[in-house]
């Protein structure tokens, strides 16, 4: 028991309630006890008004006490980040990493090869991949986006090349920052009607069986071709008989758009034993028919059994972690400052009570 809450409780005389005990009392109760005082003339202050104007004092410094010791409590016991389990982080636009993952993640060491890579990190089909010690080849024709995948993916092969049908040089339409460069004229000229800058280079092309040769390939667990509408060049560059990835993903829908496009090139992957199994809405997949022990994991889409978070869930955590360290530091200056105010408060109840106590002494001495 404090210090205070001694003194109140010693005191014999009729006392106002402080004011943070108030709620459901009858004010008019508090008025009647200092009614006898009311005629007492001559006096500076009587001293059951005193006595109140002490309570009041004592009341709101109380208030002020609890409130600070609750708020202590409440900082205290604030629920600390919870560990991150291990789950699977999806770097992809559509979950697609999460569906091959589920599909080969029995597979140590593997290797893809990424038709229009886009950027090492976001939206990267290949990102976990490469994080659980996976190599492969990124082809990636725009200048910026090579240049980071050259910087971020030191084990890959990192191309920066057009890939078709076959060997020749091709305008290429990059539109930075949108993911939607491309080699097609007709998208180009849809994405510039819709206001993106765009600049013309020409870039070299080859067919992806003769990069591949190249590379010195050997298997390929997954194949991810996104070119922005040149899906049948880059395929009709592929024979897929030397070469023979275990899962292809294509984007199948027109860009920018939700509709499909996969019947313009879809006989040049059927055609050659691979057997479609899942669609997500943006992307078609197809297992060869040499693994279709593969196809029983593309029956459903991404679901809780997968266990994996998203990238943005990540870095929210991350963001959230450096503000619960910032906020851990406030925390404890505010409670030395909450303690500072308490030792300051005594020292100014004490003062208090006297100028109520003697208010002439204090009054005439001021002056």
Not at 60 to 88: H, I, T, W
Not at 323 to 340: D, F, M, S
Not at 352 to 357: A, C, F, P, S
């Amino acid at each position: 028991m404090s210090q205070f809450a001694m003194n109140r409780g010693m005191t014999h005389r009729p006392r106002v309630l402080p004011l943070c005990n108030t709620t459901g009392v009858d004010r008019s109760t508090q008025t009647d006890m200092h009614a006898g005082g009311a005629d007492r003339s001559g006096r500076c202050l009587d001293r059951e008004v005193k006595d109140g104007m002490e309570g009041a004092i004592v009341g709101k410094l109380y208030c002020l006490s609890n409130s600070s010791n609750g708020l202590l409590k409440r900082m205290n016991s604030e629920n600390q980040s919870v560990p991150l389990e291990d789950a699977f982080v999806s770097y992809s636009q559509n979950f697609e990493d999460v569906m091959l993952w589920r599909a080969l993640k029995h597979i140590k060491g593997g290797f893809y090869v990424d038709v229009g890579a886009n950027d090492p990190v976001c939206d990267s089909v290949t990102k976990a991949f490469y994080d659980r010690g996976w190599t492969g080849i990124n082809i990636e024709p725009c200048k910026s986006v090579y240049d980071r995948l050259t910087e971020l993916r030191p084990k890959d092969i990192n191309l920066k090349q057009l890939v078709g049908s076959s060997e020749s040089q091709a305008t290429f339409f990059e539109f930075s920052d949108t993911g939607r460069s491309t080699m097609d004229r007709d998208v180009a000229e849809l994405f510039r009607a819709q206001g993106n800058e765009v600049q013309e280079t020409s870039v070299a092309i080859k067919p992806l069986d003769q990069i591949l040769d190249e590379s010195s390939v050997q298997t390929i667990h997954f194949l991810k071709i996104d070119v922005e509408g040149a899906e049948k060049s880059v395929l009709e560059g592929a024979l897929f008989t030397k070469h023979r990835p275990w899962v292809l993903v294509i984007e199948s829908t027109i860009p920018g758009m939700p509709a499909h496009n996969h019947d313009t090139w879809e006989e040049l992957v059927v055609t050659k034993d691979y057997e479609f199994v899942y669609d997500d809405g943006l992307n078609r997949f197809y297992v060869a028919i040499e693994c279709t022990d593969l196809k029983g994991h593309f029956k459903y889409p991404p679901n809780f059994f997968d266990g994996f978070v998203s990238s943005a869930e990540i870095e929210l955590r991350n963001r959230s972690e450096k503000l619960l360290n910032k906020n851990k530091k406030l925390r404890v200056r505010n409670e030395e400052l909450i303690r500072a105010l308490g030792r300051n408060g005594q020292s100014l109840l004490y003062k208090l009570r006297q100028i109520v106590r003697h208010p002439k002494k204090y009054i005439f001495n001021s002056k």
